[in-house]
Every structure is written in structure tokens, then in C-alpha cells.
């Protein structure tokens, strides 16, 4: 592996610095707090969104083409319900920078998990954003929520207070993975299987389960997935069961790299994990996609990131860099994902483009 000094490549001294926790530290409603996130349907305290302050879903699912203000453009339907001019030009901007045309979608169910143990980086972000631009985009996506933070089903507004069945039943107790799926509200085709503190157990109580590693690639398997494009799974900042899990129910792994110091310490780590599980518990395990996350432009030390990373991944890298950008860190404590709170911000366009190139990417990967 190339090196660059200073970069955090595996082998240099020093220890990473979580940059965000991603959790508040004030109680006020709408910044993640419980009650704020489960008084369902509850419309949160706080400043609207700027451009396009859509649907907040609360529990109940919003019944396929009832969705409120659906638009429908050319290709697949958009679900809106302001109509402000900046809700207007931002739409205008996601219709422009989506081609205006439906995107192709792969001939069977893709999964994608979305792994690495270093905390912070992006992981739930991604899945959450790429799982709101494919559904927007026409696909139909279940997001599986394996981290006891449930940052997921925060953002996606899809309740998961501790005791109601969630992901932890589909692995410890075997219960079937259609029994916890929920419906995003506002989206047509976006579905989601939350993840409750209880989860946090499950790490210690998979450990004497028969086929502890392989109990979600079970429930996967035995879920009807003809009526889905991606699976997209959320893990933990770990390399666990739960990850592991993971990696053993997908043939895609997409691992989300923060263009920042030490970005890449622990990367080799998750690479040999990766090449375990191929060779012992999954052996059609590839990693197929990696996307540079939290660019700050501003700095050398970002593009010098990004360059490594190219240079040592090549072409599955995405092309498309996510940037910093604030209205992605506030959507998910108004329960939305960026698509829906702010359309037309740099990180939403950004994340836009990074699923249309893995939706372009579909042939390819199922060639390899
Ligand atoms: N591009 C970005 N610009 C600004 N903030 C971001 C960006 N991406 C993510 N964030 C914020 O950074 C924090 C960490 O992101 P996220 O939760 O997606 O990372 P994670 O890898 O899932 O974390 P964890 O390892 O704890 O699960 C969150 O507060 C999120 O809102
Ligand atoms: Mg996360």
C-alpha cells in the first residue's frame, strides 16, 4: 500500500481522533433527543429547513401513491410537498443533475454493506442518502439499520424505542426480517428495518448462537427481495458480529473514507477482515465501491487524502466526493434525509451523483 507520511496509513503512530460524535449535548427537541425523535409524527421545535421542508413521517407509513405534493417528473416520481421558489430551483437542480430520466436498475436485488470500524465517517450518512436518492430515482430500497445507535432510523423518522421488534429480534431471536420492516414516510419505495438500543447486547449474546456469523445472510435470504434493487446495510463502528453479519449477507461492501488525518489508519484492518470473510463465510464478498466523505476543499490535506485513496483504489473510488457540508449533519434531527430537507445543498447534489454512479456501475459489478 502506497503511503503518504502524515496520512494516518496503517503502520503510523498516533491514534485517530473521532472528529464528530454525532451525538448533541443539549436537550432541545429536534436535535436527536428521544421524545424529539419518537413523538410521532410530531412535528419537531427548531428552524425549518430552508429549501424544502417535506415530509416528517412519524410512524405511520404514507400508502404507495398517496404520497403528499408527489411531482412527478420526467422518469420517476419525486415526493415534495412545499412548493416555495426555493423548493422549486432546488427540485429543478435535482431533476437537472439526475439527467431527468429513470435510472437503470439492477436486474436483481443488490446488497451493499456499508462498513468501516472507524466511527464518524460517514457511514450512516451514506446509507441513509444513497438509500433517499436511488428510491427517489425509481429503485425500491430497504435500508437495515445494524447499529444499537440507530442513527438510521433516526433519520429516516422510523421509530425504534427500545423493547419494540427490531433488527436484534431478526438476529438473536430468528424472528423474519419482513416482521420489522417499516415504510418511510414519504418516500414510496424506501423501507427500513430499525435498530433499537437492545442491539448493543447482541454482540455478546450472538457469541453462542449457531451460525452466529450467518443469522442476517439467513434472514436476507429467506425475505422476498423480488421487490426490491438495494439492500443497503448500516453497520457499527466496529469490526464485531454485527459487522460481520453484515459482510456474510452481502456481496458489495462500500466503504465510506473521510478525507481527513488518519482517515486511513485502520483501513487495513478492515481490508483483512474483508479478505476473511470472503475466504471462509462469504466467498463472493468484493469490495465495489468506495466514496471519499467530508471534503473540505479548503484544505491540501483533503485533496492529498483523496489522492491516496484514488491511487491506491483506482477506479472504485467514486468520482463523485461527498463535501462538508452543515446541511447534512442537520437533516437527520428533523428525521429526513438531505433529499427531502434540502435538495438543492452541495451535499445533496453531491450524494445525487454518487448513487447515480453506482446505479450506472450495476452492470459492472454484476459482470465481475
Ligand atoms: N459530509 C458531511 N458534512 C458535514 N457533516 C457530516 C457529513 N457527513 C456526516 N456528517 C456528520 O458527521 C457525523 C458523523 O456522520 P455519520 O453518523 O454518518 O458517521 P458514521 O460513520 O455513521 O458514525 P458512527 O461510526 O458513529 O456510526 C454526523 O453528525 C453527521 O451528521
Ligand atoms: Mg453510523
Same mark, same amino acid.
Request: include cysteine; hydrophobic fraction near 35%.
Given at each position: 500500500m502506497g503511503t503518504a507520511p502524515g496520512l494516518g496509513w496503517p503502520g503510523l503512530p498516533g491514534s485517530p481522533g473521532r472528529l464528530h460524535s454525532g451525538r448533541s449535548d443539549?436537550?432541545?427537541?429536534?436535535l436527536g433527543w428521544p421524545g424529539g425523535v419518537h413523538a410521532s409524527g410530531a412535528r419537531r421545535a427548531g428552524p425549518p429547513p430552508a429549501a424544502d421542508d417535506t415530509q416528517s413521517s412519524g410512524a405511520a407509513p404514507t400508502p404507495p401513491g398517496k404520497g403528499e405534493g408527489t411531482v412527478v417528473m420526467s422518469g420517476p416520481p419525486v415526493e415534495v410537498s412545499s412548493d416555495t421558489p426555493i423548493a422549486r430551483a432546488a427540485r429543478?437542480? *435535482? *431533476?437537472?443533475?439526475? @439527467? @431527468?430520466?429513470?435510472?437503470? =436498475?439492477?436486474?436483481?436485488?443488490r446488497?451493499?454493506?456499508?462498513?468501516?470500524?472507524? /466511527?464518524?465517517? @460517514?457511514?450512516t450518512t451514506t446509507a441513509v442518502n444513497l438509500a433517499a436518492c436511488l428510491a427517489m430515482n425509481g429503485a425500491r430500497v430497504l435500508v437495515v439499520d445494524l447499529d444499537p445507535q440507530g442513527n438510521a432510523s433516526t433519520a429516516f423518522d422510523v421509530d425504534h424505542h427500545s423493547g419494540m421488534s427490531s433488527i436484534y429480534d431478526v438476529l438473536v431471536d430468528g424472528q423474519p426480517l419482513a416482521g420489522?420492516?417499516?415504510?418511510? /414516510?414519504?418516500?414510496?419505495?424506501l423501507y427500513c428495518a430499525p435498530a433499537t438500543i437492545d442491539l448493543a447486547g447482541a454482540e455478546i449474546e450472538l457469541v453462542p448462537l449457531v451460525a452466529r456469523e450467518s443469522r442476517l445472510a439467513r434472514a436476507v435470504?429467506?425475505?422476498? *427481495?423480488?421487490n426490491l434493487d438495494y439492500i443497503l446495510i448500516d453497520c457499527p463502528p466496529s469490526l464485531g458480529l454485527l459487522t460481520v453479519n453484515a459482510l456474510v449477507a452481502a456481496p458489495e461492501v462500500l466503504i465510506p473514507i473521510q478525507c481527513e488525518y488518519y482517515a486511513l489508519e485502520g483501513l487495513e484492518q478492515l481490508l483483512r477482515t474483508v479478505e476473511l470473510v470472503r475466504s471462509h463465510l462469504n466467498l463472493g464478498l468484493l469490495i465495489s465501491t468506495i466514496l471519499l466523505t467530508m471534503y473540505d476543499g479548503r484544505? =491540501?490535506?483533503?485533496s492529498q487524502v483523496a489522492d491516496e485513496v484514488r491511487g491506491h483504489f483506482g477506479e472504485l473510488v467514486l468520482n463523485s466526493v461527498i463535501p462538508r457540508s452543515v446541511r447534512l449533519s442537520e437533516a437527520p434531527s428533523y @428525521?429526513?434525509? *438531505?433529499?427531502?430537507?434540502?435538495? /438543492?445543498?452541495? /451535499?445533496?447534489?453531491a450524494y445525487l451523483e454518487a448513487a447515480r454512479e453506482m446505479a450506472a456501475r450495476n452492470t459492472r459489478t454484476a459482470g465481475r
Open positions: 443539549s436537550g432541545s427537541p429536534g429543478a437542480a *435535482v *431533476v437537472a443533475r439526475s @439527467g @431527468g430520466q429513470a435510472w437503470p =436498475r439492477p436486474s436483481s436485488c446488497i451493499i454493506t456499508i462498513a468501516n470500524q472507524k /466511527g464518524g465517517v @460517514g457511514k420489522v420492516v417499516r415504510q418511510v /414516510g414519504g418516500f414510496r419505495q435470504a429467506d425475505y422476498d *427481495v423480488s484544505t =491540501r490535506l483533503a @428525521g429526513q434525509s *438531505v433529499m427531502t430537507y434540502d435538495p /438543492g445543498s452541495s /451535499g445533496a447534489l
